[in-house]
């Protein structure tokens, strides 16, 4: 079992800046692919970013260049720095975990470990 809490959430304005955290415990966080996903009302939940067990990210076209996900495997936390905000990027924004390597279709299929969320609103 995973246990994930998510911190850092809050509510901006349009080209500021949050920084987002998820605190994992339980097993071994090493060899596991961490992700944050995000969903705004109405909406699906989309990916986001995700980090591999080696290092390896990847992140959506709409984020890419203004996020950035990280990890710190000394204090078993996973990261999301979000800079240059917009409207758009308003959401609440879960981390998630699963073994292996990481997917992003069928999220909610493919991830057993999910955090509560934590809301991002961004004004603009």
């Known amino acids: 079992q995973v246990q994930l809490v998510e911190s850092g959430g809050g509510s901006v304005q349009a080209g500021g800046s949050l920084r987002l955290s998820c605190a994992a415990s339980g097993n071994t966080y090493s060899s596991y692919c961490m992700g944050w996903f995000r969903q705004a009302p109405g909406k699906e939940r989309e990916g986001v970013a995700t980090i591999d067990s080696i290092g390896v990210t990847r992140y959506a076209d709409s984020v890419k260049g203004r996020f950035t996900i990280s990890k710190d495997g000394a204090k078993n936390t996973l990261y999301l720095q979000m800079n240059s905000l917009k409207p758009e990027d308003t959401a609440r924004y879960y981390c998630?975990?699963?073994?292996?390597?990481?997917?992003?279709?069928?999220?909610?299929?493919?991830?057993?470990?999910w955090g509560q969320g934590t809301q991002v609103t961004v004004s603009s």
């Open positions: 998630a975990a699963r073994q292996g390597a990481c997917v992003w279709l069928h999220p909610l299929l493919m991830f057993p470990y």
